[in-house]
């Protein structure tokens, strides 16, 4: 044993004398060059080719350091012994992370390459604009000579593909905001974000079944079409107008949208915008798989600054949601189109949805919302800009067994058919918004059957009322101040004295089921269950 320290220790001498004299007899850039000769020869034998990936390049950060981590960290949780934990701002889910220089084997292809983290102490601070940390991180990738050129750049693609992936699915969604008027942020961002947990989905969203699943179809179609928009020389980028009255489900659509398809919202706010330059910042500074949206797009700014095409009186091009029904035609006026100060032009804004900038980045949705479709510029909704009008149309009898599954619970088969009867009867009429109905459900939600029967009730007199309101319409001029004045009713929440017709005829309807069904024979029948 001790012959064995004797030795050991000489070795370690002679190792020591050596690399005195080598210091003291070789300058520094000799020695450098010894160590790279020596490296040469070894990889010139070496049947392999190692890849370095540092975690900082130069100054900036690089940004294929983490996605590697991030994508080692989905399969060394599960083979790893010694993993590092960590859990970012804003993400909901644990990111394992190899060990310090510590080694995973991965296969792509058929081919096997081997990641190493490697750290290492940084030497001497040298001079830098921003404090370097202390240690030196980075990856070493190693694959054969012979699958270099045949996978190093599809992997390396696949990596940081696979890395947003596990990004998007661990981080939650953002939404960002530009209403610091165009201030930048210590990073230089002009969007300001919080994290965005609406729970809207595509299954709380009260509208006929058949348009709900035609637009999540469009979505997939977009958010797969990646091969299809580069086939067509298409920019991958894809526009939703939403259009019609106020309580119908615009904003509840976008967050369904989101949450769907996993997106962040950049919710644009126009009159924080200065000019169009400031516009077209704000869109480059947005990222890819997010929806930019502008929420009611009329009011926003003036745009009818190109040209003037529906004013004067409701003719035959302009539409509305008041088309499907049976009231005007045109909304005339300017509503809140001033300018307010800020100086985007129509024409700013349609190069923000479809001019060359637009394409900087991918994968984009925008969605604009509006209550007074007729009062946008057609250029504005021509296809390719918003390639898909969404009209949010009062609630139908669809909707409605929708809202009452989601609020109350009851599937078409808890109710009575009698009363389903009366509802699909009465609910086009009735003209109400989900945002009404969904009141009055809530309102009742401890008591189950006296939400059916307001509900009932409500849109039993809502309907009465439109249908009067028609009549006496039809029989007078169509004045157009007039209209506007029914519309407004229309729209209007129900009125105190409405409210108590209501509830007076919701408690005699409950009480006579309580007497037992004794009273008034058929009509009895139709109770709720
Ligand atoms: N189609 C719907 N399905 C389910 N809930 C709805 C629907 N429409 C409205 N609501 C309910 O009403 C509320 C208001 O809806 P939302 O803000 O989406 O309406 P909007 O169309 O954007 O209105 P506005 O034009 O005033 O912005 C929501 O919180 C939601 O709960
Ligand atoms: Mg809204």
């Not at 990856?139 to 998007?168: G, P, Q």
């Not at 009366?422 to 009742?444: F, G, Y």
């Amino acid at each position: 044993m001790k012959e064995y320290w004797t030795s050991l220790a000489s070795v370690l001498g002679v190792f020591a004398f050596c690399q005195t004299i080598l210091q003291a007899v070789f300058p520094p850039e000799l020695r450098f060059a010894t160590v790279k000769l020596f490296n040469k020869i070894f990889h010139c034998f070496s049947s392999y080719c190692y890849f370095d990936i540092t975690e900082i390049d130069g100054v900036n950060t690089n940004e294929l350091y983490n996605a590697v981590q991030l994508y080692l960290s989905s399969s060394v949780s599960v083979t790893g012994n010694r993993l590092s934990l960590t859990r970012a701002l804003n993400s909901s889910a644990f990111t394992f992370g190899l060990a310090n220089n510590d080694t995973i084997s991965d296969n792509f292809d058929g081919t096997t390459v081997l990641w190493e983290h490697v750290v290492t102490q940084r030497q001497s601070q040298t001079f830098s604009w921003r404090p370097l940390p202390e240690e030196k991180r980075g990856f070493t990738l190693r694959i054969r000579k012979k699958d270099k050129s045949l996978i190093l750049h599809s992997y390396l693609d696949y990596v940081m593909e696979k890395a947003n992936d596990i990004r998007r699915k661990n981080q939650d969604r953002l939404l960002y905001t530009n209403s610091r008027g165009g201030s930048l942020d210590s990073r230089g961002h002009p969007w300001e974000s919080v994290p965005f947990k609406h729970p809207s989905t595509f299954d709380t969203l009260a509208m006929d079944p058949d348009k709900k699943k035609q637009i999540m179809e469009d979505l997939q179609d977009f958010a797969k079409g990646q091969g299809f928009y580069h086939r067509t020389g298409r920019a991958w980028k894809r526009g939703y107008l939403l259009y019609g009255p106020p309580g119908t489900g615009k904003s509840s659509m976008i967050a369904a949208m989101a949450n769907y398809l996993g997106y962040d919202i950049y919710d644009l706010e126009l009159t924080e915008v200065h000019n169009n330059s400031e516009l077209r910042k704000l869109l480059m500074k947005t990222s890819s798989k997010s929806i930019i949206v502008i929420e009611d797009i009329d009011c926003s700014i003036n745009l009818t600054n190109r040209k003037k095409t529906n004013n004067g009186g409701g003719g035959g091009g302009s539409r509305s949601y008041y088309d499907s029904g049976d009231i005007r035609g045109s909304g005339g006026g300017g509503g809140g189109g001033e300018d307010g100060g800020n100086s985007i032009t129509l024409s700013g804004l349609l190069n923000f949805t479809d001019g060359l900038w637009s394409c900087c980045g991918s994968e984009r949705i925008f969605v604009f919302t509006t209550n007074h479709i007729e009062k946008l510029d057609p250029a504005l909704l021509r296809s390719g800009r918003m390639d898909m009008h969404v009209f949010m149309s009062f609630c139908s009898f669809p909707a409605l067994k929708i809202l009452l599954k989601n609020y109350l619970g009851y599937e078409e088969s808890d109710l009575d058919g009698g009363v389903l009867k009366e509802l699909e009867a009465v609910v086009d009429m009735a003209r109400m918004t989900p945002a009404d109905i969904s009141e009055v459900l809530i309102k009742n939600r401890r008591k189950k059957d006296r939400a059916v029967v307001e509900l009932l009730e409500t849109l039993k007199i809502r309907a009465e009322r439109n249908k009067s309101n028609a009549t006496v319409r039809m029989g007078e001029n169509d004045d157009e101040e007039d209209e506007e004045e029914q519309e407004k009713r229309a729209l209007d929440s129900e009125s105190p004295k409405e409210e108590s017709e209501i509830e007076d005829n919701c408690n005699k309807k409950l009480e006579q089921e309580e007497e037992g069904g004794e009273g008034s024979g058929d009509e009895e029948k139709e109770k709720i269950k």
